[in-house]
């Protein structure tokens, strides 16, 4: 069954770099999505992306977050310039069509700031 | 402000009961209820819920929407071990924005 995939699985980072969080939905997906979970708390929506721009985003995904499709096949998130507070496990996750379809989610990215 | 509240937070059952997982929402524009298991990393699919009243199943999970009183339910009989995780119910609108709730943690002992 095909998948999202999420590199690296464990990022570290001092803080103040910038990190790019790479995803690869599947291939014939449209609707592509970034959540965070921070330790021990919920699922947060960061953000959702179709036809090459973002279709909506949360208070969370402020002016350091941006998000790109480079190449047609990976989803990138990028954070310019990390606080400690970035630290979390981030997840991708990409839909068929429309909304009447579920998102599958990749297995996440724990990025680690110091 | 949207919101999904889900309940309990944590619930610890023997094998072999039945469990029912709560979800209530308030959400603008609202279009569809999705309930996820998530054990060690990524959330997965169970179900997603549209319209009021009809019940969708999956082996011994089962799951309904109320529109109209803005809850759903997450049924799961003859509960295992493997059942063990936590379950999030989220709210999808029509704007392409998802909410998700705190969760619940089942702990299913032997």
């Known amino acids: 069954e095909p998948e999202v995939t999420q590199t690296p699985s464990h990022q570290v980072t001092q803080m103040g770099q910038e990190v790019i969080l790479r995803c690869v939905p599947i291939?014939?997906?449209?609707?592509f999505y970034w959540y965070r979970q921070i330790l021990g708390q919920k699922v947060e929506f960061l953000v959702s992306?179709?036809?090459?721009?973002?279709?909506?985003k949360s208070e969370i995904f402020d002016d350091q977050f941006s998000v790109e499709r480079p190449d047609g096949s990976n989803f990138t998130l990028k954070i310019r310039s990390t606080k400690l507070e970035d630290s979390a496990m981030y997840f991708c996750?990409?839909?068929?069509?429309?909304?009447?379809?579920?998102?599958?989610f990749g297995d996440g990215t724990r990025l680690s700031i110091l | 402000e949207d919101k999904v509240v889900q309940s309990p937070l944590s619930l610890v059952v023997h094998e072999g009961d039945t469990v029912t997982l709560n979800c209530s929402y308030e959400?603008?524009?609202?279009?569809?209820l999705l309930w996820y298991k998530q054990e060690k990393k990524a959330p997965t699919f169970l179900f997603m819920l549209?319209?009021?009243?009809i019940e969708k199943k999956s082996g011994r999970l089962s799951s309904i929407l109320d529109k109209k009183e803005l809850f759903s339910i997450l049924n799961i009989t003859a509960t295992q071990t493997g059942d063990s995780a936590i379950y999030l119910c989220?709210?999808?609108?029509?704007?392409?924005?998802?909410?998700f709730g705190k969760g619940t943690r089942l702990h299913i002992l032997p």
């Open positions: 989220a709210s999808h609108n029509r704007d392409d924005k998802i909410i």
């Open positions: 959400v603008t524009n609202f279009r569809s």
């Open positions: 992306f179709y036809n090459n721009e973002i279709s909506e």
């Open positions: 549209t319209s009021s009243g």
């Open positions: 291939s014939n997906h449209l609707y």
């Open positions: 996750a990409s839909s068929n069509t429309d909304h009447n379809q579920p998102q599958h």
